[in-house]
T-cell receptor, first 116, second 112 residues
Framework: DTGVSQNPRHKITKRGQNVTFRCDPISEHNRLYWYRQTLGQGPEFLTYFQNEAQLEKSRLLSDRFSAERPKGSFSTLEIQRTEQGDSAMYLC??????????????FGEGSRLTVL | KQEVTQIPAALSVPEGENLVLNCSFTDSAIYNLQWFRQDPGKGLTSLLLIQSSQREQTSGRLNASLDKSSGRSTLYIAASQPGDSATYLCAVRVGGYQKVTFGTGTKLQVIP
């Protein structure tokens, strides 16, 4: 399977703990996105990478959130000192550059975070 | 700021019916519009991508249209089946930016 892969699929943690999610994009895609989705809502943009460069960040991405894509391949999203309001589905997507199938997003299955 | 609205929020139809889902957006300077399907607790599956220069795209029983001037897109599903039951989301990318703005979705139930 060469789709977008996310791990873990489900994480339950206690308030105040740190959590990290990993995303492996489709191998030839150089653009990677993180979104957050709460129940009954559409996904909300968090951040975007082109290769290893983080080019856009949403105001939703507070100081407790950090994302990296160190070698331009997989990406990690870390949440420090988790709060109950962080409970959500964290979705990763990748897309091909213009000149390919321009801008089509492909999503992974998501990582669901539950903060107790 | 781009705002995307989907109406209705929920829809229930008998199997075999043709149906239309609506998506409207406030900024007509879009780069593309994409329709997704989401099953409960799952990620998003891409259905159709329409570039700003296109009027419609078709895949099997699905047809999506785009009218930039009126800020609207529709997703037409022909001969609906119970397996089509899911939430359908539209997403709009504004030209020059990578951020994609999603609607809140239409939850479709097809009754056998």
């Amino acid at each position: 399977d060469t789709g977008v892969s996310q791990n873990p699929r489900h994480k339950i943690t206690k308030r105040g703990q740190n959590v990290t999610f990993r995303c492996d994009p489709i191998s030839e895609h150089n653009r990677l996105y993180w979104y957050r989705q709460t129940l009954g809502q559409g996904p909300e943009f968090l951040t975007y990478f082109q290769n290893e460069a983080q080019l856009e960040k949403s105001r939703l991405l507070s100081d407790r959130f950090s994302a990296e894509r160190p070698k331009g391949s997989f990406s990690t999203l870390e949440i420090q000192r988790t709060e109950q309001g962080d409970s959500a589905m964290y979705l990763c997507a990748s897309s091909s550059p213009p000149g390919g199938e321009a801008g089509e997003l492909f999503f992974g299955e998501g990582s669901r975070l539950t903060v107790l | 700021k781009q705002e995307v609205t989907q109406i209705p929020a929920a829809l229930s139809v008998p199997e075999g019916e043709n149906l239309v889902l609506n998506c409207s957006f406030t900024d007509s300077a879009i780069y593309n519009l994409q329709w997704f399907r989401q099953d409960p607790g799952k990620g998003l599956t891409s259905l159709l991508l329409i570039q700003s220069s296109q009027r419609e795209q078709t895949s099997g029983r699905l047809n999506a249209s785009l009218d930039k001037s009126s800020g609207r897109s529709t997703l037409y599903i022909a001969a609906s089946q119970p397996g089509d039951s899911a939430t359908y989301l539209c997403a709009v990318r504004v030209g020059g930016y990578q951020k994609v703005t999603f609607g809140t979705g239409t939850k479709l139930q097809v009754i056998p």
